[in-house]
């Protein structure tokens, strides 16, 4: 049976004539572009399409549709991206990322979950202000926590099921992979931990307060962002091996490729993974971190 | 007579929308309330929280499904990966109905998020009947539109809101889910009185109706979600409900919330409403 049924042409003119004109951005007092995409005045245009309500002239009435898209859109961005929000203010957020952003990648998701999803990508492309690193930076942590917390959890390895040598030795046969929700990050600095310092405060106390200091570190800092076993996205700091290894079994492997890829590593790195590997499955065990189904 | 309405749909009694601030309240007291209905979409995920938290919704609730991005009225094909997973969820849920609104919100790689007005002709009610009739086949569920709140008229409509509305649902046999907060704020955005509304529709099809809080701007009136029912509502719902012989009631409030014993105490108003009807 087919679904494809015709759209009525007068419908579809209509559809994509609004579309066209709610899509576009409002200024900076939250109104509608006065010239329609035509070059036409938006009085002339919109009195073509739609009826004057008691109240409303025909302009006034898609303009409506035209502020509560952006409105929408940008709420949710700003919910989405709580760190960017308060590293930016809401001001700077709107019209210097998620304008631009939404103009150039539009929803096109019947979820809004994805919103948010192609905004590092963006940052990476087009955002060239001096604080870029940072932006950056939060984009990713931003998102990662959006991501982590609707993904697959995959059937963890459990304790249970490594509790023989027997059943050890089987289950390292086959290839391990980290949980879908887990990200990882290496950073210059704890920008984690700044991040949790600006979420404990709206958006708009961090206009009329000096935002706490990130110091750059001499070294790079690692980190992971997780779901816990109660499903709450969580963070920790964690070592370069810990860091490594979880790349690694990212994108799946097997301990005698891991072994392999170990003895490639430099001395510093090698030793700390061995000194720690039996600690680190332990852990990432009884965390639920770990699975053989990819 | 076997009604359209009396076949096999259940009135769950008065609900209120299942909503994040209120979870705490809910899993600690797990209040006697007859029912939630949750956003299709915002549990229509692989895994994580959301999921954890209706699975533990339905060990003590019954749960409906209301969905905000089907946008039937849409000039691109159904988009059957959306409905796939919907219906998956239907069996999770178990709801007795689905429903979504009646208008559009998508065009060929762009999705406004939004409940985008149809024009009223005989044209679109034969397109969007078509769909809606596909939809309900598909999904093996009663299938209700919404009304919306609307803030636009075309200059191209054929008829009034409530003979286009009557005529979908009827064309595609069909549901109604009935918002009169919806009704009250469009009859103040297009001049009409709201019983020219509730006295021309198939009360006969209508399976639940929708409370709700609006933002009143004198000029227009806006569809928010995030008030108390004010006067004219409860009224209109007062009227409209005997004619329905009785269906499901639900409370929606998305903003600016109010706590949970709040929120369903002014759910529990239609009570009073509901005996007022059969005085």
Same mark, same amino acid.
């Given at each position: 049976?087919?679904?494809?049924?015709?759209?009525?042409?007068?419908?579809?003119?209509?559809?994509?004539?609004?579309?066209?004109?709610?899509?576009?951005?409002?200024?900076?007092?939250?109104?509608?572009?006065?010239?329609?995409? #035509?070059?036409?005045?938006?009085?002339?245009?919109?009195?073509?399409?739609?009826?004057?309500?008691?109240?409303?002239?025909?302009? @006034?009435?898609? @303009?409506?549709?035209?502020?509560?898209?952006?409105?929408?859109?940008?709420?949710?961005?700003?919910?989405?991206?709580?760190?960017?929000?308060?590293?930016?203010?809401?001001?700077?957020?709107?019209?210097?990322?998620?304008?631009?952003?939404?103009?150039?990648? =539009?929803?096109?998701?019947?979820?809004?979950?994805?919103?948010?999803?192609?905004? =590092?990508?963006?940052? $990476?492309?087009?955002?060239?202000?001096?604080?870029?690193?940072?932006?950056?930076?939060?984009?990713?942590?931003?998102?990662?926590?959006?991501?982590?917390?609707?993904?697959?959890?995959?059937?963890?390895?459990?304790?249970?099921?490594?509790?023989? =040598?027997?059943?050890?030795? $089987?289950?390292?046969?086959?290839?391990?992979?980290? @949980? $879908?929700?887990?990200?990882?990050?290496?950073?210059?600095?704890?920008?984690?931990?700044?991040?949790?310092?600006?979420?404990?405060?709206?958006?708009?106390?961090?206009?009329?307060?000096? #935002? =706490?200091?990130?110091?750059? #570190?001499? $070294?790079?800092?690692?980190?992971?962002?997780?779901?816990?076993?109660?499903?709450?996205?969580?963070?920790?700091?964690?070592?370069?091996?810990?860091?490594?290894?979880?790349?690694?079994?990212?994108?799946?492997?097997?301990?005698?490729?891991?072994?392999?890829?170990?003895?490639?590593?430099?001395?510093?790195?090698?030793?700390?993974?061995? @000194?720690?590997?039996?600690?680190?499955?332990?852990?990432?065990?009884?965390?639920?971190?770990?699975?053989?189904?990819? | 007579?076997?009604?359209?309405?009396?076949?096999? !749909?259940?009135?769950?009694?008065?609900?209120?929308?299942?909503? &994040?601030?209120?979870?705490?309240? !809910?899993?600690?007291?797990?209040?006697?309330?007859?029912?939630?209905?949750?956003?299709?979409?915002?549990?229509?995920?692989? /895994?994580?929280?959301?999921?954890?938290?209706?699975?533990? !919704?339905?060990?003590?609730?019954? *749960?409906?499904?209301?969905?905000?991005?089907?946008?039937? /009225?849409?000039?691109?094909?159904?988009?059957?990966?959306?409905?796939?997973?919907?219906?998956?969820?239907?069996?999770?849920?178990?709801?007795?109905? &689905?429903?979504?609104?009646?208008?559009?919100?998508?065009?060929?790689?762009?999705?406004?998020?939004?409940?985008?007005?149809?024009?009223?002709?005989?044209?679109?009610?034969?397109? *969007?009947?078509?769909?809606?009739?596909?939809?309900?086949?598909?999904?093996?569920?009663?299938?209700?539109?919404?009304?919306?709140?609307?803030?636009?008229?075309?200059?191209?409509?054929?008829?009034?809101?409530?003979?286009?509305?009557?005529?979908? +649902?009827?064309?595609?046999?069909?549901?109604?889910?009935?918002?009169?907060?919806? !009704?009250?704020?469009?009859?103040?955005?297009?001049?009409?009185?709201?019983?020219?509304?509730?006295?021309?529709?198939?009360?006969?099809?209508?399976?639940?109706?929708?409370?709700?809080?609006?933002?009143?701007?004198?000029?227009? +009136?806006?569809?928010?979600?995030?008030?108390?029912?004010?006067?004219?509502?409860?009224?209109?719902?007062?009227?409209?409900?005997?004619?329905?012989?009785? *269906?499901?009631?639900?409370?929606?409030?998305?903003?600016?919330? &109010?706590?949970?014993?709040?929120?369903?105490?002014?759910?529990?108003?239609?009570?009073?409403?509901?005996?007022?009807? &059969?005085?």
């Amino acid at each position: 049976m087919s679904y494809d049924l015709q759209v009525p042409n007068e419908l579809k003119r209509t559809q994509q004539w609004f579309g066209s004109i709610i899509g576009r951005p409002i200024d900076e007092d939250s109104r509608m572009d006065h010239i329609s995409p #035509s070059g036409e005045s938006m009085e002339i245009e919109a009195a073509k399409y739609i009826a004057p309500s008691p109240a409303l002239r025909p302009a @006034q009435r898609i @303009q409506i549709y035209n502020q509560q898209y952006w409105w929408r859109l940008l709420g949710i961005l700003q919910e989405g991206f709580p760190f960017l929000t308060r590293l930016m203010g809401f001001y700077d957020f709107n019209r210097h990322l998620g304008i631009p952003y939404l103009v150039k990648y =539009p929803p096109n998701h019947w979820s809004l979950f994805h919103l948010g999803a192609r905004l =590092p990508q963006w940052v $990476k492309e087009e955002y060239h202000a001096k604080n870029r690193e940072m932006i950056l930076h939060g984009a990713e942590i931003d998102w990662v926590f959006n991501l982590s917390f609707v993904v697959e959890q995959l059937p963890p390895l459990t304790s249970e099921l490594i509790a023989t =040598p027997e059943n050890l030795e $089987k289950i390292l046969e086959n290839r391990i992979y980290a @949980q $879908k929700h887990i990200e990882l990050f290496q950073l210059p600095g704890d920008l984690f931990q700044l991040r949790d310092t600006l979420l404990q405060h709206p958006p708009e106390h961090w206009q009329n307060h000096p #935002s =706490p200091p990130c110091e750059k #570190s001499e $070294k790079n800092l690692y980190f992971i962002v997780y779901r816990n076993l109660r499903n709450e996205i969580s963070w920790k700091e964690i070592s370069a091996g810990e860091y490594h290894l979880l790349m690694l079994l990212k994108k799946g492997t097997t301990i005698d490729e891991a072994c392999e890829w170990l003895e490639e590593q430099q001395s510093t790195l090698c030793d700390e993974v061995e @000194q720690h590997l039996i600690e680190w499955f332990q852990d990432w065990t009884m965390r639920g971190w770990l699975s053989i189904h990819g | 007579m076997e009604t359209k309405q009396s076949a096999s !749909i259940p009135n769950l009694g008065i609900g209120i929308g299942l909503r &994040v601030p209120h979870y705490e309240d !809910i899993f600690r007291e797990l209040p006697p309330i007859d029912w939630f209905e949750i956003i299709s979409e915002n549990f229509m995920v692989e /895994g994580g929280k959301c999921l954890d938290v209706l699975y533990r !919704i339905l060990e003590h609730y019954p *749960v409906v499904q209301h969905g905000v991005t089907l946008a039937i /009225g849409s000039p691109d094909p159904l988009d059957f990966d959306y409905l796939k997973r919907l219906k998956a969820l239907t069996k999770i849920t178990k709801t007795p109905w &689905v429903s979504d609104h009646l208008c559009w919100g998508r065009l060929p790689g762009a999705h406004y998020h939004d409940l985008l007005p149809l024009p009223y002709t005989k044209e679109v009610i034969n397109y *969007v009947a078509e769909r809606a009739r596909i939809v309900q086949d598909y999904l093996e569920l009663p299938f209700a539109l919404e009304n919306l709140s609307s803030y636009v008229a075309f200059q191209k409509d054929e008829m009034p809101e409530w003979e286009f509305y009557g005529a979908i +649902v009827e064309k595609a046999d069909i549901y109604m889910m009935l918002d009169v907060n919806n !009704i009250y704020v469009s009859s103040r955005n297009h001049g009409f009185e709201p019983r020219q509304y509730y006295d021309n529709i198939p009360m006969d099809r209508v399976l639940q109706i929708h409370l709700a809080g609006h933002s009143d701007y004198e000029a227009y +009136v806006l569809d928010t979600h995030d008030n108390y029912v004010c006067d004219e509502v409860w009224k209109i719902y007062g009227e409209v409900y005997p004619r329905t012989n009785g *269906v499901s009631t639900l409370l929606e409030w998305d903003d600016n919330y &109010v706590s949970f014993q709040q929120t369903w105490q002014e759910a529990l108003k239609a009570k009073k409403y509901q005996k007022k009807s &059969v005085e």
